[in-house]
């Protein structure tokens, strides 16, 4: 998934992105309300972990922007308020769901994965096709009962090309979702990555390249 990490402690964002990042998640780093609406304003995300107590835009704000814009993304309010009252004024705004500091990683992973659940198409827990299984949960793929050991871009473009069910996913997309805001689209990145994942599966090839569209699984 895509999620943009709001926090204005450059530290406590950092660590976020990191542990978002080893559960094959793109992530992007705002440290202030206005910086989160901007990227907000260009960028398709899944999910936004949205810290409260902001700088130049207060959090509560930018989510009351967020909705009113339309915008598709799911919100994970993070605040040092544990009062029942905040939490249900986060709610009330806008937030899809709320977390106190401190916190575990382990749990705000966990919601933002049932978050993202939540702003896509429902899927089965285990994705298969072609002989291909991935589990998002264990990050495990196997091809015809042979284990698939993948990178975590790898394991993400894979997972895109299965949630597609056989329809085309363009290289813009799977920039759009495997990669931050710091990739560059004219690097081959996608091109690689699929070559990589092609590699690895092995035969017969199920990855196929539609010219001029992108690429499937049929």
């Known amino acids: 998934m895509r999620v943009l990490v ?8 950092d660590a976020i992105a990191e542990w978002l990042r080893e559960e094959t998640h793109a992530v992007d780093i705002a440290l202030d309300g206005a910086a989160a609406l901007e990227r907000a304003a260009v960028n398709d995300y899944d999910v936004i972990v949205l810290d409260r107590d902001l700088p130049v835009v207060h959090g509560d704000e930018v989510c009351r922007r967020l909705v009113d814009s339309g915008a598709a993304a799911r919100v994970l309010m993070l605040t040092a308020a544990a009062e029942v009252a905040d939490r249900v004024r986060g709610l009330g705004i806008g937030a899809d769901d709320y977390l106190t500091k401190p916190f575990a ?8 994965q049932a978050l993202g659940r939540r702003c896509r198409p429902a ?4 994705l298969r096709r072609a002989g291909i299984s991935l589990d998002p949960a264990r990050r495990e793929v196997f091809r015809d009962g042979r ?13 895109e090309l299965l949630r597609a069910e056989g329809a085309v996913v363009s290289a ?5 979702k495997a990669w931050d805001e710091h990739a560059d689209p004219f690097t081959g990145a996608v091109r690689l990555a699929i070559l990589k994942l092609r590699r690895k599966l092995g035969g017969p090839p199920v990855v196929e390249t539609i010219t001029g569209a992108g690429y499937r699984i049929p």
């Open 172 to 176: 813009e997309m799977l920039l759009e």
């Open 123 to 126: 899927v089965p827990p285990v």
């Open 105 to 112: 990683f382990a749990e705000l992973s966990a919601r933002i």
């Open 6 to 13: 709001v926090e204005d402690e450059p530290v406590l964002a």
């Open 147 to 159: 284990y698939v050991p993948l990178s975590r871009k790898e394991f993400a473009v894979l997972s």
